[in-house]
């Protein structure tokens, strides 16, 4: 995994290097193109031009969906302290995940990189085009529209011209909390999908047919057996000195998972993959069991030949991320956080407090708590 990462910092910095040799000798200014060492803005046009049609389509009653999106903010906004610390006493009680369910990612490599930054991406643009429409809806005019890209994450970004409307703190609040409603809708949009993605996958795949290896530790047991990336896993024997003692046909992974889980760390196994048996001395698992540190996934045989068996994988793991991410952009950007949405909010609802000492007092403990509230949140829900 080591290596994977150095070959993927090093192509991103060849394609950096490319990128600022080829705008040294091509004037790409007139494109809307600025660009710097690991940094690159693309203003896009087309982008507000689309955005004004958008903002002005009669059909749609964006005052009114501002309105709403302000009291379902707010809701949000009192509420998920609320929430936090109810799933802190759920959890510190013995049930799993509480409230808030946790983001199956159990390693990481470029392959899952590219997989988290897209779903970001696309949500984050969700959330700025809805701002952009609501802007330009209240008089508005935007100045600059696109996108950045700092080393490979992207960003999207938009600037509205100074002076052209005089803001208030309703149509801010009816900017923040109706770019964060999109997000939720979007989001909650799109979670029958995760229920249903199996169907997706059996159009091009058939049913599960062993455990597809989807990354490997380096230096860990299975890489040192060499397990590959790639490799599909059917069958699991365990040996007793040179005899063949039991056989576990292996279907999907969690038919791997549950073997290892019955085996005493330091077994002696063989590992049958579609090319070779691989001799393996298994570890201790921190929960219970033994591993040979390899992560996998079922493996699903494409029924077209080019199909890559990692695709169904990529195809879950995209969806339910993009589903995460837009919820808890819509939903804890609201959270009274230090440079959120939130702690905008939290300026406006405390503005006519009556002394300035008690609004500083006020604002510092709630972004205090809510702080603690999130980072134990996060970290007991990984």
């Given at each position: 995994?080591a ?11 060849i ?9 040294n ?29 958008i ?12 309105d ?5 903010g ?33 390693f990481?490599?470029?392959?899952i990189?590219i ?12 959330n ?5 429409i ?8 935007i ?20 002076g ?12 923040i ?8 809708i ?13 169907a ?9 047919d062993?455990?597809l290896?989807?990354d ?5 047991r ?8 790639g ?7 365990y040996?007793d ?18 073997a ?8 002696s196994i063989i ?30 045989p ?10 169904p ?6 969806i ?15 959270l ?6 939130g ?19 006020l604002?510092?403990?709630v972004?205090v ?11 007991l829900?990984m």
């Amino acid at each position: 995994m080591a290596i994977q990462m150095v070959q993927f910092i090093s192509i991103i910095a060849i394609l950096w290097i490319i990128i600022i040799f080829l705008s040294n000798r091509i004037d790409v200014s007139k494109k809307g193109i600025y660009i710097a060492p690991g940094l690159l803005i693309w203003e896009i046009g087309i982008i507000k031009s689309l955005i004004s049609k958008i903002s002005g389509i009669k059909r749609i009653n964006w005052n009114k969906f501002g309105d709403y999106s302000i009291y379902i903010g707010l809701i949000i906004f009192f509420s998920l302290p609320i929430i936090l610390l109810a799933n802190l006493i759920l959890i510190s009680s013995g049930i799993n995940n509480g409230l808030i369910p946790s983001i199956p990612i159990t390693f990481i490599n470029p392959e899952i990189l590219i997989l988290i930054v897209l779903p970001l991406f696309i949500s984050l643009a969700l959330n700025m085009i809805m701002q952009a429409i609501l802007s330009v809806n209240e008089g508005k005019e935007i100045e600059k529209i696109g996108f950045m890209v700092i080393g490979f994450v992207f960003f999207p970004f938009f600037k509205i011209i100074d002076g052209t409307s005089t803001s208030s703190s309703r149509l801010r609040m009816k900017i923040i909390t109706g770019a964060a409603l999109i997000n939720v809708i979007v989001g909650l949009a799109f979670t029958p999908v995760i229920y249903h993605s199996d169907a997706l996958s059996s159009t091009l795949y058939e049913d599960p047919d062993g455990a597809l290896v989807l990354d490997v530790i380096a230096n860990g047991r299975g890489f040192t057996a060499g397990i590959k990336r790639g490799d599909v896993i059917t069958q699991i024997k365990y040996q007793d000195q040179s005899y063949i003692t039991q056989i576990t046909e292996i279907t999907n992974s969690r038919d791997f998972v549950t073997a290892l889980r019955t085996i005493d760390p330091g077994t002696s196994i063989i590992i049958r993959t579609q090319k070779a048996d691989l001799s393996v001395n298994t570890a201790k698992n921190v929960e219970m069991g033994s591993t040979i540190h390899i992560y996998v996934d079922d493996y699903l045989p494409p029924k077209i030949k080019f199909m890559s068996p990692f695709l169904p994988f990529w195809l879950d793991f995209s969806i339910f991320l993009f589903v995460v991410l837009n919820i808890f952009i819509g939903v804890y950007n609201l959270l009274p956080l230090p440079f959120s949405e939130g702690q905008q909010i939290l300026e406006i609802v405390t503005k006519n407090i009556d002394t300035e000492e008690n609004l500083v007092i006020l604002k510092k403990a709630v972004i205090v708590i809510s702080s603690i509230l999130f980072v134990l949140n996060v970290i007991l829900t990984m």
